[in-house]
């Protein structure tokens, strides 16, 4: 189904995503962080170095969908994994792993005279920086595990195409915590960034030729995060009208950002600017949640088909319904939002859903642009645009390959 936005509607949008962006600065803070803990584990004194240590990024830092938090002192919070790449499951068990990893950061801490002390979660190790840095790192231990994840996809006939980057990780919850076994939690972060990089891949490498011709550079040398395409701030738009709308969710039912951020990566058809990504998302991304043979939602992991992201839903079904009531209410405000030919109007329409702060600094934002340098359309033409809109139809649910 085809939606439009207005001339106007769109230079707003683009100054939102503007707005909801951390800085580089921020970015390159986290950066520095987890390849700072990685030189730790790698020094020559280091109990992790013959393990062949790794540490990367992973969840919204890795895909480029941080927001800024709705608070000025919330902290951001920074995912990253600790693979030991020379070890494997038969040779300990996910409690030595987790206190191996443990002892390390334990002393990166005390050599960086980190204060707070180190914080052990169900499945990573936290660290928690100065109160000025305003974040704090995550980190997960874990071991390769491409082997048995392939051959397990592949005996249920299931893409196994990203296997090679699956990992084994810890989880201080199952009761064989402590033993050693080939039956570890699965992940595979650098899996679905690979994923959802496919997902924008042509739109992403456009931009970065465009911005490295800008600044005569290489391609290679503009940082994935100075990039961002429609799709990303698409998300990052979805994620800021979620935590309001769940701002207090005493039931704990506030949709994850796992799978807003899957669901929109599949809807995501190329679109070049924010507006028409997010409306099309909006319109498309409840078709990707299958359901299994019993009705159960089956939102599949792209680079673990096996793991199903709304798994919960099964269990606690208000987070199904809350989900579904945060779509209804995004597709109508965003449409509603979009239809609009007048700043002041949109600002009025969406500071109940985003943030009455946030909607005024996107309207000073788009404000303080010439509008013929965002885009070409006037805004004549714009208020002749037709007001998106969002079927009520009945989506005929699929079974995924898989699920029983």
């Not at 707005?19 to 020094?43: K, P, V």
């Not at 030595?96 to 002393?107: F, I, P, Q």
């Not at 309001?244 to 796992?258: A, G, H, R, T």
């Amino acid at each position: 189904m085809a939606t439009r936005a207005t001339s106007i509607a769109k230079t707003y949008l683009d100054a939102l995503a503007d707005e909801l962006e951390i800085s580089d600065t921020r970015y390159e803070q986290a950066e520095e962080s987890y390849q700072s803990l990685g030189r730790w584990f790698n020094r020559p004194a280091s109990t992790l170095r013959d393990y062949d240590p790794a540490v990367y990024v992973q969840g919204s830092f890795g895909l480029g969908t941080v927001i800024k938090p709705l608070h000025a002192d919330e902290e951001y919070d920074v995912d990253a994994v600790c693979e030991l790449k020379a070890l494997s499951k038969p040779q300990l068990s996910q409690e030595t792993l987790k206190a191996l990893v443990g002892a390390e950061m334990e002393g990166y801490r005390r050599s960086q005279a980190m204060a707070k002390p180190l914080r052990e979660g169900r499945r990573c190790w936290t660290l928690n920086y100065a109160d000025g840095a305003q974040f704090h790192m995550d980190v997960v231990p874990a071991l390769p595990n491409a082997q048995d994840v392939r051959i397990l996809l592949d005996s249920k006939g299931l893409d196994a195409s990203r296997a090679a980057t699956a990992i084994a990780i810890t989880d201080n919850e199952r009761l064989d915590y402590q033993q050693i076994t080939h039956d570890w939690p699965r992940s595979n972060p650098k899996g679905y960034l690979d994923w959802f990089k496919g997902r924008m891949r042509v739109v992403l490498e456009k931009r970065r030729r465009a911005m490295a011709d800008a600044v005569k550079a290489s391609v290679e040398a503009i940082p994935d995060y100075k990039v961002r395409t429609p799709l990303q701030s698409s998300i990052m738009i979805l994620k800021r009208h979620r935590d309001i709308m769940y701002v207090k969710d005493e039931l704990n039912c506030c949709p994850i950002s796992i799978i807003i951020t899957t669901l929109a990566a599949h809807a995501y058809q190329g679109e070049e600017e924010i507006a028409d990504a997010l409306l099309s998302i909006l319109s498309g991304m409840e078709a990707y949640i299958a359901r299994d043979t019993r009705g159960r939602a089956v939102i599949a992991n792209p680079s673990d088909p096996l793991e199903n992201f709304a798994d919960k839903w099964a269990e606690f079904p208000e987070r199904e319904r809350a989900f579904y009531a945060w779509l209804r209410q995004a597709q109508q405000d965003f449409a509603h939002a979009a239809s609009l030919a007048d700043r002041h109007s949109i600002t009025d329409s969406l500071s109940p859903h985003l943030g009455q702060e946030l909607a005024k600094r996107a309207a000073d934002r788009s404000a303080s642009k010439p509008a013929g340098l965002l885009r070409g359309a006037t805004a004549a033409v714009a208020g002749a645009l037709s007001t998106p809109s969002f079927s009520n139809t009945a989506r005929t649910p699929t079974k995924p390959q898989g699920f029983a």
